[in-house]
């Protein structure tokens, strides 16, 4: 009888698999694979923690309705490294397709590069790649699935590391024990948490109106994941107040009308016009700035397609550090207002003007060639200028001075161009409303003010939306190549993507991360780009003008209705009964009554509403986590808030998680790394930026080199 004690087998728990808890597996799986080649016994148990199905998750369901798209294309993601990516050796070969590899092999037929496809169809690649990593590890490898949360992860007893581990990581570091809300344990050696997007605590505001309406026979839906709100409780032909109109609206409005079997029409010029059903609310539509997100100029006539930046490059961006590249130690410390924004902006006036001198040559007074030289110009002299200190030096003295450093970058951040700049502009492109004006394309309703809501009514914010609506669309039919305004899409595009990369380098100060690219810069390019399809809008602008949409107007207000009272009592008569008599369709529930009223500053008049939809995108705060493991693990201390230094000493906490650098180890609270225990996606937003976009194919996305490092260091502490 052999009483050699048995060597427990090392387990992974990764908690959270959708897309990014998915790379993280596949890599597991990939390094593992050949770490324990010629294993004949189980060498490795990888845990998948999540209520739902894995790859997809929550967010990409594939039982969600067909109807609601993606707001990228069919060939911008993938969950398997490809070879662009450096981590890959010469001998590595692709585990599974991107999402176009498997689309076309699937048999399917739409334009790669120009098709919106449906959620559902994203979340069957993601169901399909896990049983393909599944399917290809080897027998060594055991992956258990529990479809279940993890309430609670425990730190254990310490234990030594291997000889094998790295010195600085050979200290006693505990286990983890992880605790499922279906009664499960489980002892493991690493943890992930890969989340995603959390419950979040209700501002005070919100959630004043959502004990009111509970109190008082109203409807208010937080904030959330739009195909996981109840809009079925939301009666045909009820007045609905939306607050926010991006992409969460945009797919409310989709469940409102496809999915209660309205029509839209085809019409000349890319139009539609809708049949209602009859069984559609009546929608209200307002935010802090009154517009949509304007729509992607990405239709089968002109497919997304890179554009080459100009000026905005990491050669230039290393020049303005003094360094011959990027690539080594030391770091750019780049400010993003002082140096790099006058690249991308530079790089914005190029591709304006010059499709502008294509579509509508007669805008100039003179060569639009003066334009592009001016440009060139401007950009030189900026490149002769070094470090954001020697540029600012009053920087380094007192708080004062910071203070009027900072309002100086707020005042010019995005859109006040310089007054030399101004001159040749003025010259050469004599009609204002030809000249590229970012400030009005940021807030177009901006001193605008409305004696109307009312279609047909002079001076009539409806009016001034349908004419919005008609332009956007147009203009995103038109193209790039066709469109002045659309072809900065493509710039703002490709600069983000830069951005993205420069931020995790390190090369980008933290500061200005967060009070320039965060503070302003990521609103401005979110209103531009990541809009939803122009089929989108055609539909919102054939709604408005079908009577179902309505406009509120900027920096909406939303208010307890004084009225109410009596509604809500002639409510309680209508539903008055008993249960029995409701049930058996003898009674019905009356309409609710109109609770609350909306109103903006730059309209006249209010609307009355009642029930309330903040369809505005949750801040992913961790400081406002309600789910229980991230809550419980903030409160204990095992988990905290990145915190930041200002430039005048202050210290500021940030939404993301504490951790280190890449492979992204938490931090506790008394500022102790816990080697066992990686951060990844929306939580790792101290660290990164524009971390909600999938990993692109053939970029050596970060996304996938986050993944990589993570299951390489995890292998390293077994």
Not at 116 to 123: A, D, E, K, M, V
Not at 220 to 248: C, D, F, H, S
Not at 662 to 682: H, K, M, Q, W
Not at 683 to 701: C, H, M, R, V
Request: charged share 20%; net charge negative.
């Amino acid at each position: 009888m052999n009483d050699t004690p048995q060597t427990p087998i090392p387990a992974v728990a990764i908690i959270g698999v959708g897309p990014r808890g998915l790379t993280v597996l596949e890599r597991l799986v990939a390094l593992a694979a050949k770490r324990f080649a010629g294993s004949s016994e189980t060498a490795l148990t990888i845990h998948l923690i999540d209520p739902y199905p894995p790859g997809a998750g929550i967010v990409w369901r594939t039982d969600q309705p067909e109807s609601l798209l993606m707001n990228t294309t069919i060939a911008e993601q993938t969950v398997f490294p490809d070879s662009s990516c450096t981590f890959l050796g010469p001998d590595d070969v692709p585990t599974g397709p991107s999402m176009a590899e498997w689309y076309v092999a699937d048999g399917g037929t739409e334009p790669l590069h120009s098709t919106f496809p449906s959620r559902s169809l994203y979340g069957r690649y993601l169901r399909d790649a896990y049983r393909r990593i599944r399917a290809h590890a080897p027998d060594f490898i055991e992956i258990v699935e529990h479809p279940t949360k993890a309430e609670s992860v425990i730190d254990l007893p310490t234990m030594d590391l291997p000889q094998s581990a790295p010195e600085e990581l050979r200290a006693a570091v505990p286990e983890q024990l992880v605790r499922c809300q279906n009664g499960t344990t489980i002892v493991a050696s690493a943890v992930v948490l890969a989340v995603g997007h959390i419950p979040s605590a209700q501002p005070e505001e919100r959630a004043r109106l959502a004990a009111f309406a509970e109190q008082n026979g109203g409807l208010y839906l937080p904030q959330g994941l739009p195909a996981e709100t109840p809009v079925a409780e939301v009666a045909p032909g009820e007045r609905v107040i939306v607050r926010g109109m991006g992409l969460n609206y945009f797919d409310l409005q989709t469940l409102f009308t496809h999915e209660r079997d309205g029509r839209y029409l085809p019409q000349p010029g890319g139009h539609l016009k809708y049949v209602p059903s009859g069984d559609e609310p009546r929608l209200a539509l307002g935010s802090r700035r009154g517009i949509p997100y304007r729509s992607k100029p990405i239709c089968q006539e002109h497919p997304r397609r890179d554009w080459p930046l100009r000026y905005f490059t990491k050669d230039n961006v290393a020049l303005l550090a003094g360094l011959d590249n990027l690539d080594g130690e030391r770091k750019a410390g780049a400010r993003f207002n002082d140096q790099l924004w006058p690249l991308i902006l530079a790089d914005l006036r190029l591709a304006y003007y010059h499709t502008l001198s294509q579509v509508r040559p007669e805008a100039f007074a003179d060569d639009p060639g003066q334009l592009r030289e001016a440009i060139g110009e401007a950009v030189s002299r900026h490149l002769t200028r070094r470090t954001w200190q020697e540029t600012h030096p009053q920087a380094a003295g007192d708080a004062g001075a910071a203070e009027t450093t900072e309002e100086t970058a707020r005042q010019g951040r995005v859109t006040r161009e310089a007054f030399a700049w101004s001159e040749i502009e003025e010259a050469l492109v004599p009609d204002p409303a030809d000249r590229m004006s970012l400030h009005t394309l940021l807030n177009p309703l901006e001193g605008e003010l409305f004696t109307s809501r009312e279609p047909g009514e002079p001076g009539s914010l409806h009016e001034w939306m349908l004419d919005f609506l008609r332009t956007d669309l147009h203009s995103s039919l038109a193209g790039p190549t066709g469109s002045p305004e659309k072809a900065l899409f493509t710039v703002l595009w490709q600069s983000r993507l830069l951005l993205k990369d420069l931020i995790v380098a390190g090369h980008i100060d933290r500061v200005s991360i967060d009070m320039e690219i965060l503070g302003w810069f990521e609103g401005f390019v979110s209103g531009i780009c990541d809009g939803p399809p122009p089929q989108r809008i055609a539909e919102l602008l054939a709604l408005a003008e079908a009577g179902i949409v309505s406009f509120i107007g900027p920096d909406m207000r939303i208010e307890e209705n004084p009225d109410a009272l009596e509604a809500r009592e002639a409510n309680a008569a209508a539903v008055s009964g008993t249960a029995a008599d409701v049930a058996s369709g003898a009674k019905t529930p009356g309409p609710r009554p109109e609770l609350f009223t909306v109103t903006s500053a730059q309209a006249a008049g209010e609307i009355t509403g009642s029930v309330v939809i903040d369809a505005a995108s949750p801040t992913n705060s961790v400081s406002r986590a309600a789910d229980v493991l991230l809550y419980g693990m903030l409160e204990r201390g095992q988990l905290t808030a990145a915190r930041l230094t200002l430039d005048d000493g202050r210290e500021k906490f940030l939404n993301g998680l504490a951790l280190t650098p890449r492979p992204y180890r938490t931090i506790d609270v008394e500022g102790n790394v816990n080697p066992r225990r990686f951060a990844l996606s929306i939580q790792l937003s101290s660290k990164q930026w524009g971390l909600a976009i999938a990993a692109n194919p053939g970029t050596d996305a970060a996304t996938l080199n986050d993944s990589h490092a993570v299951a390489e260091a995890i292998l390293d502490l077994l």
